[in-house]
C-alpha cells in the first residue's frame, strides 16, 4: 500500500513534467514561425549539381534579389498562415506566395504530376508534435506540403521535409525536359534572419512506370532582415486588398475540404487563374464570383499511388 501511495505522485509528477516540456517545445516552435515574418532583403541562388546521363547538359545558374515583407495573417496555437508580398521598386506590390503552418495536422495534399493534386489523412500518431508546412501559390491554389518536426539543438532552430511539387516558377515557363521536383527543404532560423536550403531532384514521372532522375540541384534562398520600413508599401497594399484575399482563401477551404484529389486547368479561355484574380481584386470581386472563378479550374483528378513518395 505504502508503494502504491509512494508510486502515484512520482508518475502524476512525470506526467506533469513531461506536458510542460511539450509545451514549450510548441513554444519554441511557433517562436521560430513567426521569426520568419518581417521585411526581408532576398537572395535566391540555385546551380545543377549531378545528372546520371552523362550526356545531359547543365543549364545554367540561376541567381536572383528580390525585398519582401511577410505578414503573419492568422496565429494561434494550431495554425500560423504567413502571407508574403513582393516589393519592386520600392512602390510596386505584387502578392507572392503563402504558408500555412499547421500543428498536428492529419490533412495535407501532395503534388503527383500534370497538375494533380492528391488529399490524404496522416495517422495521428505519425504528426504528433509535428508541423505541416502547406505552401500555395500566389492565386491560394496549392503548391506543395509536407509535415515534420521542428528541431531546436545545438544552437540551431530549423524544420526540414521532402516532398513533391510542380516545377518552380524560375523553370515552369522554360523546361518541359521533366514534370515532377521533389524538394528536399530545410528552414533554419538565422542571426541575420533566415535560410531556406534546397536539395531538389528534377524528375520524369510517367503513370505506371518508376520516377527517372534528370538531375540534382542545389539551392540557397538567404533572407536577411532589415527595417520594416523598407517594406511600407506592402503593408499599405495588404490593408487595402486583404479583405478580398480572405474570401478567395475561404473559397478555396470549401474546395479542399469537399473535392478531394483534384486537376487544376492551367488556363481557361486563354487565362491562367491570378489574371481573373487580379481583375476581381480591382472591382471588388464578391465570394460567389470567386466561387464561380475556381470552379472552372478545378477538375476532378484521376486517382494515383504515387504522391506523397
Known amino acids: 500500500m505504502m508503494k502504491k501511495t509512494i508510486v ?6 512525470l506526467v506533469f513534467f513531461e506536458m510542460q516540456s511539450q509545451s514549450g517545445k510548441k513554444q519554441q516552435d511557433i517562436s521560430s514561425i513567426k521569426d520568419m515574418c518581417g521585411c526581408y532583403e532576398i537572395e535566391f541562388k540555385y546551380t545543377e549539381t ?17 525585398l519582401e515583407w511577410a505578414e503573419l495573417i492568422t496565429e494561434s ?5 504567413i502571407q508574403r508580398l513582393l ?3 520600392d512602390t510596386m506590390v505584387v502578392k507572392h506566395w503563402r504558408q500555412d503552418w499547421e500543428y498536428e495536422n492529419q490533412k495535407v495534399f501532395y503534388y503527383d504530376k500534370d497538375n494533380n493534386w492528391v488529399f490524404k489523412t496522416l495517422p495521428k500518431e505519425q504528426v504528433k ?26 544552437g540551431k532552430n530549423y524544420w526540414e521535409n521532402i516532398t513533391d511539387s510542380p516545377l518552380p516558377r524560375r523553370e515552369h515557363t522554360k523546361r518541359s525536359d521533366y514534370n515532377v521536383m521533389v524538394r528536399g527543404n530545410r528552414q533554419e532560423i538565422t542571426q541575420y534572419g533566415w535560410m531556406h536550403e534546397q536539395d531538389n531532384d528534377k524528375l520524369i514521372r510517367t503513370s505506371g512506370k518508376e520516377d527517372i532522375l534528370l538531375a540534382q540541384e542545389k ?7 532589415v527595417a520594416d ?3 511600407k508599401a506592402a503593408k499599405t497594399w495588404w490593408n487595402k486588398n486583404n479583405a478580398f484575399w480572405a474570401t478567395v482563401r475561404s473559397s478555396w477551404d470549401e474546395v479542399y475540404n469537399h473535392s478531394g484529389n483534384f486537376t487544376l486547368l492551367k488556363q481557361v479561355e486563354g487565362k491562367p487563374l491570378f489574371m481573373y484574380f487580379d481583375s476581381l481584386q480591382k472591382n471588388e470581386g464578391s465570394k460567389q464570383e470567386v466561387q464561380k472563378v475556381i ?4 477538375q476532378k483528378a484521376l486517382e494515383s499511388n504515387t504522391a506523397g513518395k
Open 229 to 231: 520600413e523598407k517594406c
Open 87 to 89: 516589393v519592386i521598386n
Open 77 to 81: 496555437d494550431q495554425k500560423l498562415s
Open 219 to 225: 539551392g540557397y534562398n538567404s533572407y536577411t532582415k
Open 129 to 154: 508534435g509535428q508541423w505541416t508546412q502547406k505552401v500555395f501559390q500566389v492565386d491560394d491554389s496549392p503548391r506543395y506540403s509536407g509535415s515534420a518536426t521542428w528541431v531546436h539543438a545545438d
Open 295 to 298: 470552379q472552372q479550374f478545378v
Open 50 to 66: 549531378f545528372a546520371p546521363d552523362t550526356a545531359y547538359k547543365k543549364h545554367p545558374d540561376y541567381k536572383t534579389t528580390a
Open 8 to 13: 502515484l505522485p512520482i508518475l502524476l509528477l
